[in-house]
């Protein structure tokens, strides 16, 4: 009888111990990646949370926190980089290897581009006129508002002139 109490009390002691160890740190929103973490990286955009791990790679978004998918390989992954548009995912691994990912399903096409004020698919000398007709108003053509600061800039401006001849058809 003895040991059976002791038996319970110590399986109660280390789950409360283990529910401890596996409880997020103050401060802390989430616990990313599986197994020994050696590298994290942003995609270039933002949206995505690459995680190197003696696992594979874990890709997170990087919004929600939740996991997109699961790269596996063979050796543990200690490096991840985006290149410079986020299509491909370099993973470098503790046995020499390095693989690359093709990010392009993962990557989600805006549906709205901002920059195009008039929504006629470029963004042109039209769109800063909008933006310039609208200058110095308080959000009253939402369109106009490029950076959705509630008024309408020289930042708005900006930001149209700096897309100039962009496609999006």
Known sequence: MKRAIFFISAIIIISSFSSQLLALPKGA???LGKGTVNAVTFSPDGTMLAVASSYGVY???ANTLE???LFE???SMYSVAFNFDGSLLASGGYDGSIILWDMKPYIQKPTTYPCDVNSDGVVNILDLVIVGKSFGKDVNNAKADVNKDGIVDVLDLNIVGQH???VYK
């Open 59 to 61: 890709l997170y978004d």
């Open 73 to 75: 390989t063979n050796a």
């Open 67 to 69: 996991e997109i998918d």
């Open 29 to 31: 929103v989430a616990r």
């Open 164 to 166: 100039l001849g962009e």
